[in-house]
Each structure stands twice: as C-alpha cells, then as structure tokens.
C-alpha cells in the first residue's frame, strides 16, 4: 500500500512519516491465491478485499477465502475513511446471489463473508438482495457458516430483520469510530442509529458483530467508551484494528497505533465482558472471521492466556 503523508499537528503543513513495521504485509502469491482470483474473475464477482485495500487480501486468499461485496462495488455514501467507489451504482443484478452461492461451493470454504456497499437510493436498501444471497449460499452449501456484514438501512427496522429472517451465523455492523468522530468519519451516518441497529439484531436472536478503526484522533477513554456501547446494546464481538489512508483525497492518519496499545484495548473489552475480541494493527472486521462464530471461544482463550 502507498505510503501516504499524514497531516501534522502544524495547521497547514504535512510530515510525510514512515509505516511501522508491524503494518509491513507480504505481497499476495501462491496457487490459493490464484484459485481465489480465478474464481472471483470468472463469476464477476466484487470483494471489499479489494475494493477496501485490505492489507490482509494476500494472507486470506492465500488461505482460500475471501469476504464479497454484493449490490455492486459503487456505495451511495462517501464515507471520509473507505476506498470503495461513491457514485451512482448500476442496477440490482437479479442473478448475484446464485453466483456467490456457487463461488463459495466451487471455493469449498467452510466459512464465507459476505458484505455489501449501502444501497440509500433503493426502496428497500438492498435487503431483498442481501436476503436473497444468503437462502442461495445456506442451500448450495448447508456446511458452510455464514457471516453477513450489513449497512445500517437507515434503521429501517424491516430491512434489518430480513437479515435476521435469513438467519446467517454471524451479523455484523461496524460502528466504525467513536460518537465524537462519527460525523466526520462517517459524514451520512449516525452513532446511535448504529447501536439501534445492532440492539436489534440481538434482540432477533443473532450473534451480533461490530468493528472499530483508530488512529483516526479518537482518545482512550472515547474508545472504552465506544466499547462499554457496544456491550449495552447486544454486541459480541468487537474487532479493532489501525485506520489506513486510502488516498491522499480520504482523512489523513492522526497516528499509529502500537500493538501493546491494541492487545490492552483487548484486555479491556474482555473486562467489560464482551465475548470476544479481536485487536491489532493489521485486524479487519472479516479478520480471522471463522473464530468468531463460536459462543465463548475468545473468552476461553483469553482465559488460558492470563493462566
């Protein structure tokens, strides 16, 4: 990924600052990885691996997985920190779902993530699609868990419990930021209506997913804050990982983060009794994702850990 300056401190001058090692990732290779690009290629299919710039894409295709992005790869929001296209999106593509469905089966993945861009423009936020392609992943591949990483729906609650009717493992929504920064980070969203949406899920029986990126100017107690609202309203995973500027056009990294930093941000979540939680520089929200379908795993294993 490109290196890119970070704005100072100093209002109107820039530092052109090097990434730290522990954010250094090997370029993607290997007959996995190729498999995957294959595989994505031939069925025109869309991933937020690389719509996103994730800096994981070598490690998780090389692995033989991938998180895809249905309704397109152009969002109808402009959110300050994502490298997804904004824009007017093409039309609904009726036949998406089964091609996902069948990637997944033709990839033989025994856990799948799926995620969408927002879809504001259309009547029902994308969430008859969204139902669609998980009753056409669970049929062709009834082994496979499924995590769903969801806009917010503008908090429509019947587009909401479409994804709960659909019943996937895993339902994720990433409040993405602390409350302060939300406007800025986020500009068409809202904290609150974020938590609701998570609030809701829960209260619909799902194991309820969420993420957070710093880095982004957020202070330490606005993250334990964040965290404590995200355990009130029904979360059970948390993943927290360093904000990466995209372009020179998306919000500039305020800092980086150290890794001690992270594991403690970890240690605290699990005090505050969440069930799991993933933290580190290179940590996404599909990050190791088929550890996160387990009820108590995380909190098994920070147990062993502390002894």
Known sequence: MQELPVVSKIEGSTTKIKKPNWLRVKLPTGESYKHVRGLVDTHKLHTICESGNCPNMGECWGAGTATFMILGNVCTRSCGFCAVATGRPEPVDWDEPQRVAEAIYLMKVK????TSVDRDELKDGGSTIWYNTIKAVKEL??????ETL?????????QVQRIIDGAPEVVSHNIETVERLTKRVRIQA???RSMEVLRTLKEGGMRVKSGIMLGLGETKDEVIRTLADLRDNGTDVVTIGQYLQPTQKHLPVDRFVHPD??????EIGYGLGLDYVESGPLVRSSYHSEKHVIAGY????????RG
Do not use: C
């Open 261 to 266: 930093e992270f594991a403690e941000y970890r």
């Open 150 to 158: 969801i806009p917010d729906f503008r908090g429509i609650k019947d």
């Open 111 to 114: 856990h799948a993530v799926i």
């Open 190 to 192: 809202k904290y609150w």
């Open 298 to 305: 995380g909190k098994e294993q920070w147990r062993g850990e």
């Open 141 to 146: 591949n009834p082994d496979t868990t499924l």
